[in-house]
């Protein structure tokens, strides 16, 4: 059989691998972790991705017992660190793409009544305060402990820092929409909704 294409998916779970060994379970964990913010992925395909680098000796796998519970840890190989110093070379310099529902809901909203557009900008706020509130633990949690890879810390630092400013920016921009469809009586300019004067320019 064909060893299976590598994605960047494959290559988050050799990131992890290059830290130590791991159970699916605790990759599982770990990219909620540290990952889900920037590469989220449905846990079905991290369960599979494992086997995809032992097929391609990028990693190798053994089973453990805990009483009688059995796990499969998969750890690192050589060619595997190889492999991930190779994927670091290409500078990946596409920028982030955004998957946001709720967003899609705002821009079609004309479709809709001024009702639904005020719950949706309301539970994007309420998100983004949410959001805002787990980064504000995680940093807090970084500057008492340096976390459990102190010897990571300046890469996290920059990862976290886009991470929060990201979600401060969605906060803001969440607060600006609710304060101006809260002067609207519609959602088309035919029933009171009208182009807020900054939209498209700034000031």
């Not at 699916?24 to 909620?32: F, I």
């Not at 607060?175 to 900054?198: F, H, I, K, L």
């Amino acid at each position: 059989m064909a060893a299976r294409e590598l994605t960047t998916t494959s290559y988050a779970i050799l990131s992890l691998l290059g830290v130590r060994p791991w159970t699916t379970y605790e990759l599982k964990q770990q990219m909620d972790r540290s990952l889900r913010s920037m590469w989220p992925r449905a846990a079905s395909v991290l369960y599979e991705e494992p086997k995809k680098l032992v097929e391609r000796g990028l990693a190798r796998s053994h089973v453990e017992y805990t009483g009688q519970r059995k796990s499969t840890v998969y750890e690192i190989t050589p060619q595997g660190r190889e492999a991930l110093r190779a994927w670091l070379d290409k500078p990946g310099g596409a920028g982030p793409v955004l998957e946001f529902e709720a967003l899609v809901k705002v821009a079609f909203a004309d479709h809709g009544d001024l009702a639904q557009l005020r719950a949706t900008l309301r539970e994007i706020s309420a998100d983004a305060e949410r959001r805002l509130a787990a980064t504000a633990d995680r940093m807090a949690e970084y500057e008492a402990t340096s976390g459990p890879y102190p010897d990571r810390l300046p890469v996290i630092a920059l990862t976290a820092r886009l991470l929060r400013e990201q979600n401060e920016l969605l906060l803001r921009w969440a607060q600006w929409a609710e304060a101006e469809v809260a002067t609207w009586t519609g959602v088309t300019q035919e029933t009171g909704a009208r182009v807020p004067p900054d939209a498209f320019s700034e000031g």
